[in-house]
């Protein structure tokens, strides 16, 4: 089935750095989502991608739909203490009604 | 509050015994999603909605779980008979309008069965 691939699977930064994260797949998909997760919550959604070579921000967030459909990217500038979490990338290949396929994840630690 | 909701956040129970959960959708949304998250890991594929139709279930949807949204609002999801590898955070999501693409998760239902 289809997998992606999320490394390494924790990250340490200094607030005020910039971090990038990426995810990989071994199959195509149509759409690349990121999401934030807190402790014991759901997932947030960041940003969501539609097109192959799609670079789109939200606020200190950025993010990247891979040429060949098979990676996407996020980066966070800036980082500050409330950008600790885990950063979930997820894949949906076919139409609006699809499910996510999610990668396992990158916990992400500031120090202040 | 006009996000996704589910009900109860926490559920302990005795292995063998049946539980249910609701979840609320976003209220303009017509798909639902069942996926479920265990420690360590991203969410998964349980099950799919689009207005009261069951159009999808994974193959870990076993014959113990039942998924209903009887009129294309509200979902429930029931386990009976719990095993201890049904311990996990329930996830809940709805998608639909104009950002179809997008899924809007619920806070979950943690269940740990003892």
């Known amino acids: 089935g289809q997998q992606l691939n999320q490394s390494p699977q924790s990250m340490f930064i200094q607030e005020g750095e910039d971090v990038s994260m990426n995810c990989t797949s071994s199959?195509?998909?149509?759409?690349w989502l990121w999401y934030k997760q807190d402790p014991g919550e759901g997932p947030v959604l960041l940003i969501a991608?539609?097109?192959?070579?799609e670079l789109t921000s939200n606020g200190r967030l950025t993010a990247q739909f891979g040429i060949t459909r098979k990676d996407s990217f996020l980066n966070i500038s800036a980082s500050i203490p409330s950008d600790v979490g885990i950063y979930f990338c997820a894949g949906q290949y076919g139409g609006a009604n699809s499910k996510l396929t999610f990668g396992k994840g990158i916990t992400l630690s500031v120090r202040p | 509050d006009t996000g996704v909701s589910q009900d109860p956040r926490h559920k302990i129970t005795k292995r063998g015994q049946n539980v249910t959960f609701r979840c609320d959708p976003i209220?303009?949304?017509?798909?639902l999603y069942w996926y479920r998250q265990t420690l360590g890991q991203g969410p998964e594929f349980l099950t799919y909605?689009?207005?009261?139709?069951?159009?999808?279930k994974s193959r870990l949807l076993s014959d113990r779980f039942s998924a209903e949204r009887p009129k294309g609002s509200f979902s429930t999801l029931e386990i009976q008979r719990t095993e201890q590898g049904d311990s996990a955070m329930y996830l809940c999501?709805?998608?639909?309008?104009?950002?179809?693409?997008?899924?809007?998760f619920g806070p979950g239902t943690r269940l740990t069965v003892t």
């Open positions: 991608l539609y097109k192959a070579g």
């Open positions: 199959s195509i998909f149509n759409t």
């Open positions: 909605f689009q207005n009261e139709a069951q159009l999808e």
């Open positions: 999501a709805s998608s639909g309008g104009l950002a179809a693409y997008e899924q809007y």
């Open positions: 209220s303009e949304h017509n798909r």
